[in-house]
């Protein structure tokens, strides 16, 4: 216990150390990565000659279509609590889901991953004067071949990143505070008619801020349509 304490505090400290100042580039990122992947990709002339090199090939399945470059834009609802606040509080947030076909459009090496990029935004009640709110960037991992992936269920693990805002307990004016927090979730996606996606998902999140120590658990369940 006192080892996994120690090793939570090292994350801690670097990812304050390191996102200090970051806040404002992050979100030029997020938005152009946005832009990029909403825009549609280049027109590819046909080839009578297949291409020498498997890395010179676009991602294609067995059927010959390309692999999932949906864009899901969806919403959650939420029941968790704080590790040391209040257990059963609701939350709820929304997420855009970049599929790893889509998400290499910005970072080539998500395909190899089997990995979708994700913009998340999350509110979870810690208890009646507190809460945290966060903006988070997300790698999320898939434990399945990609060319199924928009066919099937897709179990993943993910891994993000977030510029959060707490509620002190004190109150006060000055009980809002701005932080950051990393977080893993771990899950299940369905994809319905190759159009709709529903998903459910455990989620931990580590924060710590003026002497208070946010962390949080939730259960999320939610549901999106395909932006394409």
């Not at 998500?110 to 809460?131: C, H, N």
């Not at 966060?134 to 999320?140: E, K, L, P, Y």
């Not at 990143?161 to 990393?182: I, N, Y």
């Amino acid at each position: 216990m006192v080892r996994n304490s120690m090793f939570c505090s090292q994350i801690d400290g670097f990812i304050r150390q390191k996102a200090q100042g970051l806040g404002f580039w992050v979100l030029i990122l997020c938005g152009l990565f946005l832009v990029r992947a909403l825009l549609p990709g280049p027109v590819l002339a046909q080839s009578s000659s297949a291409p020498t090199s498997s890395r010179l090939a676009l991602p294609r399945t067995t059927l010959n279509q390309p692999v999932d470059d949906h864009i899901f834009l969806a919403g959650f609802g939420a029941l968790g609590g704080g590790l040391e606040f209040k257990q059963g509080q609701i939350g709820y947030g929304g997420v855009v889901v970049f599929r790893p076909g889509r998400a290499t459009r910005f970072f080539s090496a998500l395909y190899d991953w089997r990995a979708s990029f994700l913009i998340q935004a999350d509110y979870q009640k810690l208890s009646a004067t507190s809460r945290i709110f966060s903006g988070d960037f997300v790698i999320r991992h898939y434990f399945r071949d990609l060319e199924t992936l928009n066919r099937s269920s897709s179990p993943f693990l993910g891994f993000g990143v977030g510029a959060s805002e707490v509620e002190l307990p004190a109150g006060g004016e000055d009980r809002f505070q701005k932080t950051w927090s990393w977080l893993l979730e771990l899950g299940q996606e369905w994809t319905i008619q190759d159009r709709y996606l529903v998903f459910a998902k455990g989620q931990y999140r580590r924060c710590k801020e003026d002497g208070y120590d946010f962390t949080s658990w939730s259960f999320q369940a939610g549901a999106g349509i395909d932006l394409d």
